[in-house]
């Protein structure tokens, strides 16, 4: 009897079924419909007016400098990457005259991608971080977020963030829950293009954030998936980082190159860490060391390969602001597209939103009903919040969409 129990009873018996991740699953299911006027603005990838995935021209021009470099072997990488990339990857994010950089009181680790900075961040604060279990995370944000704060061991709670009366940003109520929050506690801030609403503070937004932050002595860590996406330009989007720095705060930002440099899945990124001194970053430093060569031993190297290469040259890195300037000027276009259309058509409600967001996404404010109307009726697929990928809106499928918005906002309650 016992020996029938052994084998027929897993010891995986009580594990229960997860739900699908909602956004892969998105894809699976317009992947299947065979509709001719499909729309998949789920996806948060770009894609070219052709709705094709866009591999960056300069990308290309780095994968063949790589591939005819004779010196390249397929060696280990350092465990916390080479120090080529991460050097240039923290000069990115925080500015070559940075104070952090010029006192030499900042570290950098390869990571995978940004979805492992947040990770390899929180993991290390959860060591080390010794004033606050609390962890604060926008609400709306990206579903991650929790996952890995929660995971980790953190006590995870939400800001107050999107309005949806002004359809922007709920200022007041986020100030409101830092000033309310424990001592110390540790705030997610999306440095640009928050996902999901594309609703940024201002720089006096900013400024009065970073006031309350540093009176109750909160702990910035940002995530930064879309610097030089957002806006086309790389300094712009890195305003509030740099900003907190010059401010004196100690902090990390994640960084992602998969959307800036089409890289999704090469899975480079980096983890900018900045402290009150040089000594402070090496001990960190080596603690991040410690870390990673537990969980990935060392990054990999193709992704980094190719950022380093075009960081590190002035003509690729010039040819890269251009490429970033075309992705994020199609996306803005079709902002606009989207909200003359509805204007014309006359759509209940207001659209200026839709041209303020900024980044990848658009929170139109459709309501869940609407957003499975839009699925069934029109085979539109989009996240049950109302989020609009801009990257799957073209010139073809614009008018078709809005139409589609047309009908659910009059039609669906
Ligand atoms: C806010 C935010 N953080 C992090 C990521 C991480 O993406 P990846 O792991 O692909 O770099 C994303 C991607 O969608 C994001 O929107």
Redesign the pocket.
Known sequence: MEDINRDTVSVFQDVPQAPPDAIFNLTKQYKEDTYDKKINVGV?AFRTDDLKPYVLPVVKKAEAILFNDANLDHEYQPIAGEESYTRAAVKLILGEDSPAIVEKRYAGVQT???????HTGALFLSLFYKKSKKCFISNP??A??RNIFSLVGFDVEEYPYWNPETRGLDYVGLLQSMREAPEGSIYVL?AC????TGVDPTQDEWKGIAEVMREKNHFPFF????QGFASGDLNKDAWAVRYFVEQGFELFV?Q????NFGL?GE???NLTIVTKSETNAQGVLSQFEKLQRSEISNPPAFGSRIVKTVLNNQELYNEWTKNLQYMSGRIIEMRKALRDKLTELNTPGTWNHITDQIG??SFTGLKKSQVQVLKEKYHIYMTENGRISMAGVSTKNVDYLAEAIDYVVRNVQ
Do not use: E, Q, V
């Open positions: 948060g995978i991608s940004g979805t492992g900075a947040n944000t990206w991650n977020h999306h293009a928050h996902n999901p995530d930064c998936a879309y994640c992602s190159f998969a959307k999704y899975r480079a990124g990848m996404f």
